[in-house]
């Protein structure tokens, strides 16, 4: 599991979404689904971008977590049961 700190990082700047996506020029839908942590796949250039104008490094961004690590304390997510 990768965790994602967008939105800790966010916090901390005292910056919005928005702010974020005008800074990088990334749609304001894409900065929302890499900080609420719903993206599959994150494009290296809004990567670079990201951590460019929040002055940080992409280790502080994002972390790899084993999954047993991540959900010792959640629930796997389940599978919806097709009718």
Avoid: F, W
Wanted: proline share 2%; net charge positive; glycine share 2%.
């Amino acid at each position: 599991m990768i965790k994602i700190y967008l939105s800790t990082i966010l916090g901390m700047e005292r910056m919005t979404q928005i702010e974020l996506a005008r800074k990088t020029g990334i749609r304001a839908a894409t900065i929302n689904a890499i900080y609420n942590e719903t993206i599959d796949r994150i494009n290296l250039e809004h990567l670079s971008k990201i951590c460019e104008a929040l002055d940080c490094r992409v280790e502080d961004l994002l972390q790899y977590i084993p999954d047993e690590e991540y959900y010792e304390h959640r629930r796997r997510p389940q599978k919806k049961k097709v009718k």
